[in-house]
């Protein structure tokens, strides 16, 4: 099979504060990994893709400078929220693909509360 | 913003009926998959398509890539309450990065 695991699953944090949320291949190596926001009832909305050792492609509208995606192995990438505000409380969901033109298998998502 | 049209938003069906939903978009895909979403979870992959044409079964479950590229359909027989969620249609653009991108969802609520 295909496992991503993500990791926490769920979060509270504090405004201002900075959340790292992990998400990992565990029996594949993901050339190509994809990061989510999810809000509620809404499908899944792209923010970035990311390379293992590239730069992170994000989507219009998608501030780098408060998600910093590194993906340093090809096994793990990672989604950092900084300065967190309430308003990026939300529902992030990453998914890893071996190479091009293969099936994308997704995490079990981190349920994030900045209060 | 969204590239995928996915429809029915919603569907209200009884058991043991079947179901059908799709996506159509304007730009060409390479790759059409099919996921299930439970609430609170990852979407899960149902069925992946990779050739203009093909027609996949997964149990119960079978799904088309259009021969023009620019479309997917879904279909459920039988229909049991475990089929309850939302299923998504999401594609690798042609152009670009390879973007997974997705489609708006079909809500399926099943009365026993």
């Known amino acids: 099979g295909a496992v991503v695991s993500q990791h926490p699953s769920r979060v509270i944090c504090k405004s201002g504060t900075s959340v790292k949320i992990e998400c990992r291949s565990l029996?594949?190596?993901?050339?190509?990994m994809f990061w989510y926001r999810q809000f509620p009832k809404q499908s899944l909305m792209l923010m970035a893709t990311s390379n293992e050792g590239s730069k992170a492609t994000y989507e219009q509208g998608v501030e780098k400078d408060k998600f910093l995606i590194n993906h340093a192995s090809l096994t793990l990438s990672t989604l950092t929220v900084t300065s967190a505000h309430p308003e990026d409380s939300s529902f992030y969901i990453c998914s890893a693909r071996r190479q091009l033109n293969t099936e994308a298998f997704f995490g079990q998502g981190t349920r994030l509360t900045v209060v | 913003g969204q590239q995928l049209n996915q429809s029915p938003q919603s569907m209200f069906i009884q058991e043991g009926e079947d179901v059908s939903m799709n996506c159509t978009s304007s730009?060409?895909?390479?790759?059409w998959l099919w996921y299930k979403q439970d609430p609170g979870e990852g979407p899960v992959l149902l069925i992946a398509l990779y050739k203009a044409g093909e027609l996949t079964s997964n149990g119960r479950l079978t799904a088309q890539f259009g021969i023009t590229r620019k479309d997917s359909f879904l279909n459920i027989s039988a229909s049991i309450p475990s089929d309850v969620g939302i299923y998504f249609c999401a594609g690798f653009l042609i152009q670009g990065a390879q973007k997974l991108v997705f489609g708006q969802g079909t809500r399926l609520t099943i009365n026993p």
């Open positions: 029996d594949f190596q993901a050339t190509t």
């Open positions: 730009s060409i895909f390479n790759t």
